[in-house]
């Protein structure tokens, strides 16, 4: 398997399962995640140089060290990120 068809592989099992491995593996290797939860408009993406996991919601971000820290401390309208990320709908993987 050659470096494009393991990204195709995760943006599938992310587009259609909300698998969370996809997901951390698409942002650490520099993927951008646009979605949606109960209509806002969300967007996920690592900053390379500093290293940190952004989730940014009505122009407000929330900033993590890590995929792991996003998925135990992030909120999303009010609720974690676990909870609305499996209701959330995939818009676009950049």
Do not use: Y
Not at 36 to 54: E, I
Request: charged share 20%; glycine share 4%.
């Amino acid at each position: 398997m050659h470096w494009g068809q393991l990204h195709e592989r995760h943006e599938k099992l992310l587009a259609e399962h909300h698998s969370l491995d996809s997901l951390a593996f698409l942002l650490m290797h520099g993927r951008e995640i646009e979605f949606s939860a109960k209509n806002q408009s969300c967007f996920l993406s690592r900053h390379g140089s500093a290293q940190t996991v952004s989730l940014w919601i009505n122009q407000q971000e929330q900033s993590f060290s890590s995929e792991t820290e996003l998925f135990t401390n992030a909120q999303i309208l009010g609720k974690p990120f676990l909870q609305m990320w499996e209701k959330a709908q995939i818009e676009t993987i950049l």
